[in-house]
């Protein structure tokens, strides 16, 4: 059995849970946030809806820069509708299915580097970025994203187990 015959399973489980969680997301509450530090409700959710598209780079490139030298600086977008999050959110899951299905075991161990402004901030294996970078990071902010759903009143669904607003699944 292939490594991604084993990671597909996982991987739809967590954007079905994922676009569960998006479904929520209020309208009309882009520019909330919880605390000054915080990101808002819309960049939050859109950041949720971006995450999965990560593992395209990382799975089909050997780098990412995100500020090249002499290139624009990275784009921060903030959505302010549930449709074009989930809009977003169902193209990049997609797109990161697809790559994932194509990608051969020996590809997982190669190198990828994560750069700022031509300077590699890390190198890890492919397989360690799509673990830490793209799943785990994902389930991070969609755990963020339950809590902002909560402070504005949005029910809360069943992720990895029940919650107050489905006590059973």
Do not use: C
Not at 49 to 59: C, D, K, Y
Not at 81 to 104: C, G, M, Q, V
Not at 139 to 154: D, E, K, S
């Amino acid at each position: 059995m292939s490594l991604t015959e084993w990671l597909i399973p996982e991987f739809d489980a967590e954007m079905a849970a994922t676009r569960r969680v998006l479904e929520r997301v209020p309208d009309g509450k882009a520019s909330w946030k919880p605390h000054p530090k915080s990101m808002t409700l819309g960049r939050l959710a859109t950041l949720v809806a971006e995450l999965p598209g990560w593992a395209v780079n990382a799975l089909t490139t050997d780098e990412l820069d995100i500020m090249p030298p002499g290139g624009p600086p990275p784009k921060f977008e903030a959505l302010d509708s549930t449709a074009r999050i989930l809009e977003l959110f169902d193209r990049n899951a997609a797109a990161a299915r697809a790559a994932l299905a194509k990608a051969p075991d020996a590809d997982f161990k190669k190198p990828w580097a994560f750069k700022v402004g031509g300077r590699t901030v890390d190198t890890s294996p492919k397989y360690t970025v799509y673990r830490r970078t793209v799943l785990n990071h994902l389930a991070h902010h969609r755990g963020q994203l339950t809590v902002y759903l909560r402070l504005n009143g949005a029910p809360v669904p069943a992720v990895y187990g029940p919650t107050a607003d489905e006590p059973s699944f």
